[in-house]
């Protein structure tokens, strides 16, 4: 566990934000955040749902980055080591962590229970409706749309974009002010329909300061709403609010799949349509497909679980022979959801999108419910907690989702 200063801004306005973070605006506060759920988190919102063969969250950012934590620090940063890395690898970093650690103090301090960045989700109600949406969609600058549109328990929406910066405190404030026009590019002319943006809570641009280790200054996570008026029209041609959540739901939910090994599987959900020869790769044989074979899972009871090992290197301990450690990291998803998933692939390589509907359905009515909710929470009103369970034990840092889909970290013990 590391600390982070957490500051709410009010320097961009109040007036939207959730009741949640107006709270905590202007006050000075510590957050203990689990590095290792951090960037188990990267590795779950940055796995593209449509795997094309090569992809920057290919490796796990938990692998990538457990190595480059300050463990002599109570305090997030980096190592010293890091001060000479090449530039291009901090930016990425700085990017990565901007993504992890504000999306898991949200998802935290606002009860969310999916995320799906922006494009996909996008890219998931056009797929399934064959209606192409009036956004721009840049890949930087202002003309950006945000990164991620989060759902709460509540079933209200949240609009995200995230900064990370390692240079300094003003930087980041800097970057949370560019931040906001791409924020904003959800209110353009045609965008969002009224009923929709009735259902977002806020549109948030947050970010992640983090220090290196010769550094005095403290990391620091910023948030500042941007308080946007009201958005235009179109959802409804789309299907209506209920089928744009719904496009949240089934972008996490294959970001997930893909997130743990199983991208060949997700990519062809989301796509809608298997590439030749692919369709025998994700049917289930005795409980596993020949991708979850290839990739080295097992099945335990309703559970598939692979598990990969890493190294890093720990400068604490006296014993020179032992600074090298193993990190174990246990990948797992249900058994009957990746089997029922696999099952809508049809013989022809097309996802038969009825029998996905009614698999999504059976699913999301297990879990808690999740409405979208044109109304905004009253002051005393109860929100329930969060599904996702975020912990640490005894080193043993765990993140799982709704779908019961996980990710576990274990730093060997001396």
């Known amino acids: 566990m590391k600390t982070i200063e957490v500051l709410v801004s009010t320097e961009c306005g109040t007036m939207g934000l959730p009741p949640q973070l107006l709270a905590l605006a202007g006050k000075k506060l510590t957050w203990n955040a689990n590095e290792n759920n951090a960037f188990s988190l990267v590795a779950m919102v940055t796995s593209p749902p449509m795997y094309v063969g090569f992809s920057l969250a290919d490796t796990w950012a938990h692998q990538r980055y457990f190595a480059a934590v300050d463990p002599l620090a109570s305090h997030l940063s980096l190592r010293h080591e890091w001060i000479d890395l090449d530039p291009h690898q901090k930016t990425i970093l700085a990017d990565d962590w901007g993504m992890g650690f504000p999306l898991l103090y949200l998802m935290e301090a606002l009860e969310i229970v999916h995320f799906a960045p922006t494009e996909y989700w996008i890219k998931s109600i056009e797929l399934a409706t064959g209606i192409k949406l009036a956004f721009k969609k840049e890949k930087q600058g202002p003309p950006k749309l945000p990164d991620f549109v989060g759902l709460d328990t509540a079933g209200r929406y949240h609009a995200i974009e995230c900064k990370g910066t390692q240079k300094s405190r003003t930087a980041l404030s800097s970057a949370i002010r560019r931040?906001?026009?791409?924020?904003?590019?959800?209110?353009?002319?045609?965008?969002?329909?009224?009923?929709?943006?009735?259902?977002?809570?806020?549109?948030?641009?947050?970010?992640?300061?983090?220090?290196?280790?010769?550094?005095?200054?403290?990391?620091?996570?910023?948030?500042?709403?941007?308080?946007?008026?009201?958005?235009?029209?179109?959802?409804?041609?789309?299907?209506?609010?209920r089928a744009v959540s719904k496009s949240i739901v089934f972008t996490a939910l294959c970001q997930q799949l893909a997130a743990v090994g199983l991208r060949r599987?997700?990519?062809?959900?989301?796509?809608?349509?298997?590439?030749?020869?692919?369709?025998?790769?994700?049917?289930?044989?005795?409980?596993?497909?020949?991708?979850?074979?290839?990739?080295?899972?097992?099945?335990?009871?309703?559970?598939?679980?692979?598990?990969?090992?890493?190294?890093?290197?720990?400068?604490?301990?006296?014993?020179?022979?032992?600074?090298?450690?193993?990190?174990?990291?246990?990948?797992?998803?249900?058994?009957?959801?990746?089997?029922?998933?696999?099952?809508?692939?049809?013989?022809?390589?097309?996802?038969?999108?009825?029998?996905?509907?009614?698999?999504?359905?059976?699913l999301l009515n297990a879990l808690p419910s999740v409405e979208p909710r044109s109304t905004p929470v009253q002051d005393g009103e109860d929100r329930p907690p969060t599904p996702w369970l975020s912990r640490d034990e005894n080193g043993r840092s765990k993140l799982r989702s709704q779908f019961g889909i996980e990710i576990e970290t274990t730093l060997e013990t001396e």
């Open 179 to 241: 931040g906001i026009p791409q924020v904003e590019n959800m209110r353009a002319h045609g965008a969002l329909p009224p009923a929709l943006h009735a259902c977002f809570d806020s549109w948030l641009v947050a970010g992640l300061y983090v220090p290196t280790a010769n550094k005095k200054s403290r990391p620091l996570l910023q948030i500042a709403d941007p308080d946007f008026s009201s958005l235009t029209d179109l959802i409804d041609r789309a299907g209506g609010v």
């Open 265 to 362: 599987l997700a990519s062809i959900l989301f796509s809608g349509k298997a590439q030749q020869g692919e369709v025998e790769l994700v049917r289930t044989d005795a409980g596993l497909s020949e991708e979850a074979r290839r990739l080295g899972f097992q099945r335990h009871a309703d559970i598939l679980v692979v598990d990969r090992d890493s190294q890093v290197f720990d400068p604490e301990r006296p014993n020179i022979r032992a600074r090298i450690r193993k990190v174990k990291s246990s990948f797992s998803a249900p058994a009957s959801l990746v089997e029922s998933l696999s099952e809508t692939v049809q013989d022809n390589g097309i996802v038969n999108r009825q029998e996905l509907d009614r698999v999504l359905g059976s």
